[in-house]
């Protein structure tokens, strides 16, 4: 075999395992990242004390890497404005594609 077929065999073995290693998720329109399988239920956190006064606590959530779920623990934050509430990060099933992550926001 000569070094330039070796080369695209190699490329087209790598492009495979690519396409295998992130088969459970996949992309749509929208820009969202669908996920073939549920995510775990949350973590139960503990919260430590707040940093200080005006300080509200953000809980985690499960993010995909990839290849698995992984869970983003929560922490103490400030507000953007003194009304300012926090709309928890989940994930919502899409019954034809599968799970995709709502980012937690302000509003």
């Known amino acids: 075999m000569r070094v330039a077929q070796i080369g695209r065999v190699f490329l087209a073995g790598l492009m495979l395992a690519s396409a ?3 088969a ?3 992309a749509a329109p929208h820009g969202r990242l669908y996920v073939q399988t549920a995510p775990p239920p949350p973590v139960a956190e503990v919260r430590v004390l ?3 006064r005006g ?3 953000v809980p985690g959530y499960y993010a995909w890497n990839g290849a698995a779920y992984l869970w983003r623990p929560g ?3 400030r507000p ?3 009304r300012a509430r926090w709309e928890p990060a989940h994930w919502e099933r899409d019954r034809r594609r599968g799970w995709y992550l ?4 302000w509003h």
Not at 102 to 105: A, D, H, K, P, T
């Open 20 to 22: 295998i290693a992130v």
């Open 24 to 26: 459970p998720a996949c």
């Open 50 to 52: 707040a940093p200080g």
């Open 55 to 57: 300080y509200m606590w």
């Open 75 to 77: 922490s103490w934050v």
């Open 80 to 82: 953007p404005h003194a």
């Open 102 to 105: 709502v980012e937690g926001r």
